[in-house]
C-alpha cells in the first residue's frame, strides 16, 4: 500500500513538472514570436509593397511637373534609390528635402529594407509642400520630415546613419560631411548632389544647371579622407552625384 502511495505520489509530481514545463515552452515560443514580429514590423508583405510601389510611381509622374522640376533628376533619384536597396540602409539622413522629390525615391527605398529616413529642410513652404506630398506618395510611415536650420540639426542628431543624402547649401558640404562621418557606419554611405571632378557644375553631356551649381571643391575633400572611398557615378542624365563610402 505504502508503495502504490510513493508511486501515486511520484506521477503527481512528474505531471506537475510536465506541466510546468509546458508552459515555460509555450511562453518562450510566444516571446521568440514577438521579438520576430517586432523585427519585421517596419518591413511590407508582397501585396502591400505591390500596392506601394503602385502608389509611388504615380505620385513621382503626377508631382514631376508641378513642382517645377524636380530637386534631383530621376536618374539621380533611382540611382538613390538603388543604392540604400542594393546595401539595404536602414537608417537614413536627408540634409536638404526641398519639396521631397529625392525623399520619396530614398524613403521608397527604405520601405523595402525596413527602415526609416529623417529629412530636413529649412523652408517652411517647402517643408510643408514635402510633408503632403510623401502623405500622398503613401510614404509618411518611412519619414521623420523636420523643419529647421540644418546647420544646428545635423550636428545634434545622434545617429548612427548607414545612408546620407546631402543637396542642401553647397558651400556647407565639406562642414556636413565632418559632422556626419563619426556617426556613419562601417560600409555606409555618404552621398552629395552637384558634385563634379571640377566643381563647376558640370554633368554628363554638358553643364547642368537646371540642378544647382556644383559643390566647387567637395569631391577632393571627400576623396582626402583615408578612411572614405569616394567616386561620381557615371549616370546618364545626373546632375553629379558623388558617394563616399566609408571603409
Known amino acids: 500500500m505504502q508503495d502504490i502511495c510513493i508511486l501515486a505520489s511520484g506521477s503527481l509530481l512528474d505531471q506537475s513538472a510536465m506541466s510546468r514545463l509546458l ?21 511590407q508583405n ?39 536597396v542594393q546595401h539595404g540602409y536602414k537608417n537614413a539622413l536627408e540634409i536638404g528635402t526641398s519639396t521631397g522629390y529625392s525623399g520619396m525615391w530614398i524613403a521608397w527605398a527604405l520601405a523595402k529594407t525596413g527602415g526609416k529616413l529623417i ?20 510614404l509618411s510611415k518611412y519619414i521623420d520630415a523636420r523643419l529647421g536650420d ?12 548607414d545612408f546620407v543624402f546631402c543637396d542642401a547649401d553647397k558651400d556647407w558640404y565639406e562642414n556636413y560631411l565632418k559632422a556626419v562621418l563619426p556617426k556613419l557606419s562601417s560600409g555606409g554611405c555618404f552621398a552629395a548632389h552637384n558634385v563634379w571632378d571640377s566643381g563647376y557644375g558640370r554633368g554628363r553631356g554638358g ?14 575633400f571627400a576623396k582626402s579622407i583615408p578612411s572614405l572611398d569616394t567616386k561620381i557615378l557615371d549616370i546618364p542624365g545626373s546632375a553629379g552625384l558623388s558617394v563616399s563610402y566609408r571603409k
Open 23 to 43: 508552459i515555460a515552452t509555450i511562453l518562450t515560443c510566444l516571446a521568440f514570436a514577438a521579438v520576430l514580429s517586432t523585427g519585421r514590423s517596419n518591413q
Open 207 to 220: 553643364f547642368s544647371r537646371s540642378y544647382g551649381w556644383g559643390a566647387s571643391g567637395f569631391f577632393e
Open 119 to 138: 529629412t530636413v529642410e529649412i523652408d517652411r513652404d517647402r517643408h510643408q509642400e514635402a510633408v503632403a506630398n510623401f502623405r500622398d506618395a503613401g
Open 46 to 84: 508582397p501585396s502591400d509593397a505591390t500596392s506601394l510601389d503602385a502608389r509611388v510611381r504615380q505620385a513621382l509622374a503626377t508631382h514631376h511637373d508641378s513642382w517645377g522640376g524636380p530637386s534631383v533628376p530621376p536618374a539621380d533619384g533611382q540611382a538613390l534609390h538603388d543604392i540604400v
Open 150 to 161: 540644418a546647420h544646428s540639426i545635423v550636428p545634434a542628431l545622434p545617429g548612427p546613419f
